[in-house]
């Protein structure tokens, strides 16, 4: 088996607390819609991109719009959720984040973002973690997005490993889906109920020794 090399970043929610920001735009939307939208509807709409997500919150009031006016609502939230990230800055890393990134390098691992956000440039500005990555991949790159397991991919293609190599750490159940499917290995970064789908979850990364993440993945694939 092949030793881990690189690691791999959804940015919403395991990064920086955007998810949060995503949530409260929809909801918006939602209500403006008259659709009623819960915190756990939300879930599906992580890692899945923007006009999915509408798709999937028009889908539970029951309602079909002409491809025109779901671009309008889509933008609409897009304005809102850009509002957010006006006032984004390092305070909105997660818990540890930091560290694990840094700690990352200095084991010598490639480090990339895989992220459906069209936004993630910005994110990744506005939070002074941009010059921390080898690469980025975000949902401006034309590829079909997660769970196919493309947008990462593309990340192992830029880092020059193979996806053998590879962790991708992720909140959402369509992104590790997307990870597996390309032949990487998952973390799951929240509860283990809800993405039992993958091969380690962890809560978050305060904490978290990237050392020990390696430990694991190498202790697995010696006993097979
Ligand atoms: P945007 P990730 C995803 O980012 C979010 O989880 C998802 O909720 C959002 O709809 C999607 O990006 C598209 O974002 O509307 O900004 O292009 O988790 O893959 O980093
Ligand atoms: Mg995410």
Redesign the pocket.
């Known amino acids: 088996m092949l030793p881990i090399k690189a690691c791999i970043f959804?940015?919403?929610?395991?990064l920086v607390d955007t998810?949060t920001y995503h949530f409260l735009a929809w909801k918006r939307l939602a209500d403006m819609l008259d659709i009623a939208f819960t915190l756990e509807d939300n879930e599906r709409l992580?890692?899945v991109s923007r006009m999915a997500s509408l798709d999937i919150i028009l889908s539970l009031g029951r309602r079909e719009l002409p491809e025109g006016e779901r671009l309008r609502l889509a933008e609409l939230k897009n304005g809102w959720y850009r509002e957010y990230l006006a006032a984004l800055d390092e305070s909105a890393l997660l818990p540890g984040v930091k560290d694990f990134l840094l700690g990352c390098k200095a084991l010598g691992l490639s480090i990339a973002v895989g992220?459906?956000s069209k936004s993630a440039g910005e994110v990744l500005e506005s939070t002074g973690i941009r010059g921390l990555f080898d690469a980025v991949v975000d949902g401006n790159a034309p590829v079909p997005p997660k769970p196919a397991p493309d947008i990462f991919l593309v990340a192992t293609e830029k880092l020059g490993v193979r996806p053998q190599e590879a962790v991708v750490f992720?909140?959402?159940e369509a992104?590790i889906e997307a990870a597996l499917a390309g032949g990487m290995a998952a973390v799951g970064v929240g509860s283990l109920e809800r993405l039992s789908r993958a091969n380690l979850v962890i809560p978050g990364f305060e904490g978290v020794d990237p050392a020990g993440i390696l430990r694991h993945f190498a202790s697995k694939r010696s006993s097979g």
């Open positions: 959804d940015l919403d929610g395991v998810a992580k890692g992220s459906a992720e909140d959402a992104g």
